[in-house]
């Protein structure tokens, strides 16, 4: 079969170069009749990105045998949901040998997304055939996970405590995988309970395994917390550093008050709109947040090119260009130091700690879209959990610097509901009512979590495209858990 390259139809090229003039704020959607067929055609063309990366990394990245037929990924992981915007008119075609799948939107355009080995997949600018960086296999140099101890491998990694009641256990897991008495599925893929260091429930959909890389989605936003801790670690920068963002160094530059911890906080005052994801307001150029995900952007100069809108520290506002603007800050410092920025990840943290199955994927530039379009398995994000929950040390080697854990786990100034720390959810104002308030978590779209609970020396992770009401329905979940492990809340 020959390569697929993007195809790009007058209309649509038209599209793409008028979309950030016609589309300068959600209201261009209503501003008359030409506007919004123009935001629907744009979105029909973005929708089609999206598509073909998440039928791309349903292949290639998860490469689940279930998932080797493309119409069950279209039909269990990207048509279901209407925040994708999929269209029964939409074509698509999978290249076995180029590693490609373009997916077209009739009488509009095609886009194709690439997978690149380790890198992942990546949709492809318009007109372009290839990424514009040189991917790299960055192999985990561990041995196998069954041939090393829990927690950085697999073997000895159950445990059995008298004070875990198995069988209540069991139960809440059973009701964790049981969709037939809701309104709305969970779709529950993997969930891992981790007490006392070791693993003491686990449960996984037909087709999944511990090993299976699944999409996290914003629980990559941790990942990059924990990639500035380690430089931090290292001495590159400490939190009350400006962030070294050549962009911002001018002298009357307002961003140049921009501190890394202001970043970590998501408190940046960036100017970045964010419409989230849904089916009317998502696909649109003026969505700078959730653009990254199929507008095939540079998404570090997406970022850090960004007026200020707000004093540095002053506001919590849940936004993308914090931490892609992070990553960008420590691309520099890695590549400076002459280490490979694709290899850092794992070099620095997922090889450390066992993550084996991680990957993060990129834009055609090679800067992580870790704020979203990153993969790693049920088991892997628990150890993930674990590195946190232990204050950043892993089998006596500290990873992350100390008090780093309280840094991340502690309220953004600028969030009035204390509800954000350091590219982590806190649980501080009981948003989970069943858990305890010291909890915290990395949390993604539709419903992936992995809760750390340092006062019951647990890790509660849940993968699964959930399209329901997540929060009581995992409320619940990790209440029943609770309630088997250990001691009851209040005692």
Known sequence: MSRTRPLLTPMCLAFFLAAAVALPHAGAQTAGRDSLSLADSLGRWYAASMGAHHLCAGLWVVGRDLQRTPGEVIGQDIAPFPAFRWRDSYRWEVDEAAREVTVTAPGIGSRTAEYNGDQGCTILPPGSEDVYFEPAPVPSRLPPAGEQPWPTGDRDARGEFPDVDGEALVAALDRAFDDASLETPQNTRGVVVVYRGKIVAERYADGWRPATPQISWSMGKSIAAALTGVLVERGFYDLDDPAPVAAWREERDPRRAIRIRDLLRMSSGLDFENFGLDPEESYLAANEHMRIYFDALNVHRHAIHQPLRFEPGSRWRYRNSDPLSLMHVARQAVEAEGEAWLAFPREALFDRIGMRSAVLETDPWGNFILTGYDFASTRDWARFGLLHLNDGVWEGERILPAGWTEFVS????????????????????????????????????????????????????????????????????????????????GE
């Open 410 to 489: 502690t309220p953004a100034p600028g969030d009035p509901d204390r509800g954000y720390g350091g590219l982590f959810w806190l649980n501080r104002e009981g948003v989970l009512e069943r858990v305890p308030r010291d909890a915290y978590f990395a949390a993604g779209y539709m419903g992936q979590r992995t809760l750390i609970i340092p006062s019951r020396e647990m890790v509660v992770v849940r993968q699964g495209p959930s399209a329901g009401d997540f929060r009581p329905w995992f409320d619940r979940l990790v209440g029943e858990i609770l309630a088997a492990v250990g001691r009851p809340i």
